[in-house]
């Protein structure tokens, strides 16, 4: 599968689609600004058409942070005495130290050192390394590189600019029945990195078609590409007070994209329904997922769950960002994602907005036990099987009382939400049972 | 033991007693409507002259349930071509499926089989089935005896009869001090079987006659016998009101019969007053009890804490209904019942009981620690036995703060009720510690 | 380190100095009521000049009791027909029951075995006795003593006064920038042993020191000098309601002189902020600390948390009164407790009242992250050290939404008080956190 028509035709197979977004944005030379994050964004609006690409200029205030200068960069090398280069940005763009000023100067080998970073550890990995808010250049190579390193000087050229500019971000609304909404943040700042992070953008897009391809969606969607802290801030900034009255859940997309493990990163809070959902949909998928805690945080749920901002914002991912050897190098490549891995982020996210959109909170309005067999609501047939639905469905109409929504049945009964919610369909069609929706999300 | 005067003196024995109800019941083919239910009710109104036999028509309205016609049946058989009664529902009523309609036919064995149930796991057993809503007719039998049907042809009789009449019930109310009640509902529609269920009513027979021995009750009591399901909500659509206002705990008395464990069902909500006292007096009987929980219920309970109707009522039982192999099979006979299981069943429903009569809120009206010796009310001696009675009467009044009843007290000091009850009540005579009622039950 | 002075320059070695204190007051035969009771009330005074004595007359109702006659005894000896002297109350002053009337009488050695108390179990041990308020005399001496005893007659000689006069105590108000209060209450009615009890004395007079050298205190502190349990009544008889409406914290200081572990002994309720103070300083000192419930009290905390007075005292202990073997006995003495010991006792409430004087609830003032950088918070070198500690600030911000106290985030968060208090102090500074005082003590 290669095409966006191929992708809404059967989202099981979103995996490959993602996979492919990857491998088209992998050699761009994205950072939180610059002329690589926009390519990066109309890429997406390509596929988006409705995503707005919205930016703010350099020196903006966002709550305590200020937008720093735009950076782009052409070329960068280091070369020795006969003109070889032992280290090219053209060969990998991890190469050079993001936000780096332009330098042109012969150094001693000593006097490069402290310009190098690598990484002892993994002699083979080039390492990831930014600074931002300070002026700064340098050069990350491969340990094994920096070892062979003999010569008595070096030319260094990084020919980049760092001038007042302005950062982008992408923006799609996507309405539904209520104006309650989901959030979706990913980022989009990271230069040549597979897991994290071309997977939570790629996962994000696929994600946008699917939403939009739902006949009914009960929640509106607010889907962000951005830059990881700064672009959070930039975007809370601007939409703190909407997104407080209306986000109902929310989720990071980040590390989506390897076929390890499933992790799940909870909110401040803990207990919102963000987290309800993220934990039973990943309970479901794979028992034996890694529960992180608050205090392993890293992404942007640090500005979206900070004290007076507080979304319910919770993080479903497969290998969490630090806590894999190949994250922050130039070995989350490729290779560590996979279609497969892709398609298994795609899915955990998908099915927790599946369980959003469907839960409600019922209510059944017979007193006792209702009369199954005359509405033709109970298996003809006992078998091992209709026993087990029945045993379901019983269970559920026993807790709809109208104090627990259809999330916290199935945990009350141990059953998936899919099962709770397919028993309690037929009740619900014949009134039976009415609903009402959960929010303001109070349980 | 044998008669109900024996009984009023000496309830150690009431196992006994009961035993003897349950011999003299057992082989009345009871159903939820017909005579043999209505003898049954009779007989316990022989001993309870005060019980009330309510009747409603088939046709009445049961909340969501119609109550279906009256059954009765005089006879039913299969016979062979020579005339020998292969299946004869004299031998043990089981044999017919339960509401059977009438038939006087010839069928092929083919075609017969399709009428026979059995259990193929437990060859010896007669299974017991119903059919109360769906008409229907069938023969149950052991698979064994099955096993050796080999004639061409067989003749089926069931003489029996399904038409309009009225559905039965006894209900006794025992006066109190206060109008607040303790409920006890326990169902008379199963034909011939011990444990599940002529041990309910037995128990429930032998606790009336106690509860009707007691100098003082400062509840009343609602004793129901009724046929299960379809005669809970036929009494809840009479009596909710009433029930919702008064009914401060209560118990399905089922399952009490047997002597292989105890075991424990919660109400829906699981942290009624009558879930408290259960665990409390079953764990002083048997702390290895076992616990069940709202998803394995089956009884009554499952219209008494029904959404909407929500009563605190519990199950107290020895082999829990479903869970024990002779369940719902002619193997629930009087060999799997006895004396002594009965009496163990009979005294935690009578410790629970107990315990509700007893238990108030303490609060003592003494700033700081009292000064029980100028009181006497210390132990003279001090023995390893007045210490322990010290230990328990200090620590229950430091928790005599007016929010505890004896109950939590007794939980969070780790002794039995009685303890708790003993050490307190010289200083609630002496006044030391006042007293109110621990209803509405708010904790 | 003997002086006052040498204490005041270095509370690390304020073991020393308690322990000089016990030596000193090791001989003196206190009771509840008495001149060796003032004189230790002096002595304490002659250190702590603020020190009021107070006293109120035998007669005197102290909530449900009354204050005894006081006792004093000058001689108590048993001497046989030869004039040797067996037991002799100057050679260990437990040798007389505490409160012993005057007696002069020759005894059978069967009479007298009825006054004698001796431990089978332990024979080289004098237990301590006492009969407060029922009229009694006897002796205590060791088992292996009371073994030799074969003479046909005794001379039994107790020269003491039970007469009207008065029952003293000691109070200490330090006042702080508020008049929100900690209380420290020790007993001082404890003839010769030293654990339990002139280790709390002891450690009292020293914390009173080191919190009279505070330069800045937000608490007023009262310290309490009494006889336990009808001190304590009387102390609260005159001053509940101060104290329900001023003390923040409280707790009773008794057996922290030796040097076997750590126990903490809850508050009646068990999560006052005495109690989740005493959890966090002992779990930093010792996570072996011995966990004890309210069950197994004995101190004057029975009074301080009893129903009505319900004031938030815990225990903060080395070995627990009655655990261990050496408790009430002659074998409490100067070598079971140790300067190391007392030590740390004395650390132990220091870091409580430490951890009580920094505690506030901190409220960050920015939306989002702070960007530390820029305000030179952040550290300019990054190595594991700083990694370490900017990962405890970043989690201690984190949770500054203005519901928390610093003890409940460093309990969220898994550091010490000192690590979140250290890491949020530039912050305040900085006013970036602004704080507010954690009383009324709601969390």
Redesign the interface.
């Known amino acids: 599968m290669k095409s966006k028509n191929d992708l809404l035709n059967d989202f099981d197979h979103a995996g490959e689609y993602c996979y492919n977004i990857i491998k088209e944005l992998f050699p761009l030379c994205r950072s939180i600004t610059g002329n690589e994050l926009r390519n990066t964004l109309l890429y997406f609006q390509s596929i988006l058409p409705e995503m707005i690409i919205e930016s703010v200029p350099s020196g903006y205030s966002?709550?305590?942070?200020?937008v720093p200068f735009e950076w782009n960069i052409q070329e960068a090398y280091i070369e020795d005495a006969e003109n070889n280069r032992v280290v090219d940005f053209k060969l990998n763009n991890l190469h050079v130290v993001g936000y780096s000023i332009p330098v042109d100067e012969w150094l001693s080998l000593e006097e490069l050192q402290s310009h190098l970073h690598s990484l002892p550890a993994q002699p083979n990995a080039i390492p990831y390394v930014t600074s931002y808010?300070?002026e700064n250049w340098g050069f990350c190579i491969a340990q094994e590189q920096r070892d062979k390193l003999d010569s008595e000087n070096y030319h260094c050229v990084i020919k980049s600019e760092l001038a007042p500019g302005e950062l982008n971000y992408g923006e799609l609304l996507i309405p539904g029945e209520t104006d309650r909404e989901i959030l979706l943040s990913t980022y989009v700042c990271h230069p040549s990195m597979a897991n994290n992070e071309l997977s939570g953008p790629a996962v994000a897009c696929a994600l946008a078609l699917w939403i939009k391809s739902l006949k009914k969606r009960k929640y509106s969607y607010r889907i962000v590409f951005i830059p990881e802290?700064i672009g959070?801030?930039v975007y809370?900034s601007k939409n703190?007070d909407v997104m407080k009255e209306k986000v109902v859940s929310g989720f990071v997309l980040t590390c989506v994209g390897d076929d390890r493990c499933y992790s799940y990163l909870p909110s401040?809070a803990g207990n919102t329904l963000a987290d309800r959902v993220a934990l039973k949909a990943l309970g479901e998928i794979d028992p034996d997922f890694i529960r992180y805690t608050?205090?392993d945080?890293g992404s942007d749920e640090?500005?979206y769950?900070?004290?007076?901002?507080?979304l319910p914002v919770a993080l479903v991912m497969r290998s969490k960002f630090y806590e894999y050897p190949e994250y922050h190098t130039s070995l989350d490549n490729l290779d560590f994602v996979s279609p497969d891995g892709l398609q298994g982020g795609f899915n955990a996210l998908r099915r927790c907005i599946s369980i959003l959109e469907a839960n409600v909170v019922p209510?059944?309005e017979?007193?006792?036990?209702?009369?199954l067999?005359?509405r033709g609501l109970y298996p003809s047939f006992s078998t091992r099987d209709t026993f087990d639905v029945v045993?379901c469905m019983?269970?559920a109409i026993?807790?709809?009382?109208?104090t627990m929504d259809l999330l916290a049945i199935s945990e009350k009964?141990?059953r998936s939400f899919q099962e709770v919610s397919d028993a309690l369909r037929p009740l619900i069609e014949a009134k039976i049972i009415t609903v009402t929706e959960p929010f303001p999300p109070s349980y």
């Not at 769950?305 to 507080?310: K, L, R, V």
């Not at 017979?366 to 009369?371: T, V, Y």
């Not at 026993?398 to 109208?402: L, N, V």
């Open positions: 966002a709550l305590d942070w200020t808010y300070k802290t959070s801030l809370l703190i401040r608050w205090l945080r640090r500005q769950c900070a004290p007076g901002i507080d209510r059944i017979i007193l006792g036990e209702p009369q067999g005359k045993k019983m269970g026993s807790y709809c009382d109208g009964i141990g």
